[in-house]
């Protein structure tokens, strides 16, 4: 099993910049694929950003050249580097791990954190 806990997020103008991180514990880390979902009220949980265990990234259409995600496996840390903030980002971001396991069966990511409420202001 692995535990994931975000941090990074807060108040933020529009144009601006904040970097999210993941911390995650408990297992072999390098052999999960990690993602940041975010959630805006009265949203969907939707896909920001991916990096799977190879680090071939993926990222939502309306999201490429703003974030960035990256990984350190040594750290055992995940980041969402994200520029050009806009109020439309605001949301709760979640990092997200998928496991081997899962990963065989096809399933989507099964480890979760609690979360990191971003907030723009225009």
Do not use: H
């Amino acid at each position: 099993q692995v535990q994931l806990v975000e941090s990074g997020g807060g108040l933020v103008q529009a144009g601006g910049s904040l970097r999210l991180s993941c911390a995650a514990s408990g297992s072999i880390f390098s052999t999960y694929d990690m993602a940041w979902y975010r959630q805006a009220p009265g949203n969907q949980r939707e896909l920001v950003a991916a990096v799977t265990r190879s680090g071939t990234t993926n990222y939502a259409d309306s999201l490429k050249g703003r974030f960035t995600i990256s990984r350190d496996n040594a750290k055992k840390m995940v980041y969402l580097e994200m520029n050009s903030l806009k109020p439309e980002d605001t949301a709760v971001y979640y990092c997200a791990g998928r496991s081997p396991l899962a990963r065989f069966q096809g399933g989507n990511y099964d480890y979760w954190g609690q979360g990191t409420q971003v907030t723009v202001s225009s």
